[in-house]
């Protein structure tokens, strides 16, 4: 199996709790695939790349923790592969690093900017809305500062109308935009109108309650969405809010 599909097969089998207890139990049995996989990053093309971050952050979403050494030497590879990345592969690498490095020196601010730069340049119209979602989410997530390319990402995902995102997608959107503290106002409006027009039965309890803090502290006004929460909450109950 290829290094980069092992760290892509590796970061969704840490989603099952039982997985997660004995990577936490015995973190060094992947040294020897991380080590290998430094050696081998010289030969990795763009797909190898964002599998590999992809996997890395999910790992380290879940506690273990690759190398800083790693992950500087991801960071230079991809930031000189992004121009050959897809749209996919793009969102994928924002994504593992903003999961890897929230707070950190690990997002590095070159590979950001690089991302920013070329999705911005070449236009979203090849993202899927979860790729327009994770990627808003990233910079956000990784507090790193992307004007033009949240002002893009806002613009197409109005451009497109919101129906096929998923209830998560529109609740990181509003998220990620309140948290990065970047006005969107026309998005913002379109997420709250396309929310309450098809019903918040989907959302999560997390979601819900994102959307709330998302509206409050961007300022932005939706009363008809908020009764609405307010009502789908009352009725579900909130033992299942954290």
């Not at 929230?102 to 070329?118: K, Q, V, Y």
């Not at 209830?167 to 970047?182: D, F, I, R, V």
Request: hydrophobic letters at 45%; one cysteine or more; aromatic letters at 6%.
């Amino acid at each position: 199996m290829k290094l980069s599909a092992s760290w892509s097969t590796l970061g969704k089998l840490v989603r099952q709790q039982s997985e997660i207890g004995e990577l936490r139990d015995t973190p060094e049995v992947l040294q020897p695939l991380a080590a290998d996989t430094e050696l081998a990053l010289p030969r990795f093309d763009a797909c190898a790349f964002a599998a590999t971050v992809g996997g890395l952050g999910h790992l380290h979403a879940a506690g273990w923790r690759a190398s800083d050494t790693l992950w500087a030497e991801l960071a230079t590879h991809c930031t000189r592969s992004v121009a050959t990345m897809n749209a996919q592969e793009i969102s994928q690498t924002a994504l593992g690093f903003a999961k890897a490095g929230r707070g950190t020196s690990l997002c590095d601010p070159a590979l950001l900017d690089a991302i920013a730069e070329e999705a911005a340049r070449r236009g979203l119209r090849e993202f899927t809305p979860q790729g327009l979602a994770n990627t808003a989410w990233a910079y956000a997530t990784a507090g790193h500062a992307a004007p033009a390319l949240l002002d893009a990402i806002a613009e197409a995902a109005v451009r497109r109308g919101l129906r096929e995102f998923k209830p998560q997608e529109l609740s990181n959107t509003a998220w990620a935009y309140a948290t990065a503290g970047h006005a969107a106002p026309v998005l913002l409006d379109a997420i709250a109108e396309e929310a309450a027009r098809r019903g918040l039965r989907d959302f999560k309890p997390q979601g819900l309650a994102n959307m709330v803090w998302a509206y409050a502290t961007a300022g932005h006004a939706a009363p008809v969405l908020l009764d609405a929460i307010a009502d789908e909450a009352a009725g579900r109950g909130l033992r299942d809010f954290k």
